[in-house]
């Protein structure tokens, strides 16, 4: 539930700017460091900046299924893959495993609660929207059969083994860009919540 007087120090400020603001991704080492919006209008802040203005790089946008506040168990973050590097412009540096070693902690803070995931897995598809047989990614995890039927699928198409394990009841990010490798492909990268007691 939504309870403004809820939202951490931290944020208060820029959510009063822009009440679209759900959240903070930051990857430490990276130039991945921005807000995370959420709008009615799913293609608004594809082009445009935090404040609304005209702007290419767009901003990181959630998925409009999820709730990242009850939260959704699977929470799925679009940005755009600029060439400049921007936004998720170098998100697909985690199709190196050496690179996923040296970054294996993303951290993604709602308005009210701070969070840490450790890399899963990171994979290449196609938008299961435009063509049959992509990876339907963006889906709400409610039952164990449908977990174990995700973590199945993600199993095959995995670029890598990160020996980090999921089950029913984890809370997992995914973060979702653009790829050219092939015809509406995508990339993404999947992280699991740290769990109570586990060490960043």
Not at 38 to 61: A, C, H, P, V
Not at 121 to 144: K, L, P
């Amino acid at each position: 539930m939504f309870v403004e007087a809820n939202i951490l120090p931290e944020y208060r400020e820029l959510y009063e700017q822009n009440a679209d603001l759900v959240g903070w991704l930051k990857i430490d080492g990276t130039l991945i460091d921005y807000p995370v919006l959420k709008s009615d209008d799913e293609e608004y802040y594809m082009t445009r900046d935090f404040f609304g203005r005209k702007n290419y790089n767009g901003q990181l946008i959630l998925d409009a299924n999820c709730d990242p506040f009850t939260p959704s168990v699977n929470l799925v973050i679009s940005g755009h893959n600029m060439k400049s590097g921007k936004m998720f412009g170098r998100l697909q540096y985690y199709a190196s495993s050496d690179y996923a070693r040296k970054h294996p902690i993303i951290e993604f803070d709602t308005l009210f609660r701070q969070g840490e995931y450790r890399l899963v897995a990171a994979f290449y598809t196609w938008d299961y929207e435009a063509r049959e047989g992509g990876f339907q990614y963006n889906v709400n995890i409610q039952y164990r059969r449908q977990m174990t039927a995700f973590l199945e699928k993600l199993d095959e198409i995995k670029l890598y083994d990160t020996g980090v394990s999921v089950e029913f009841g984890d809370e997992l990010l995914m973060l979702s860009t653009c790829s050219y490798q092939t015809g509406d492909g995508r990339f993404v990268v999947v992280a699991r919540r740290l769990r109570p007691g586990e060490a960043a």
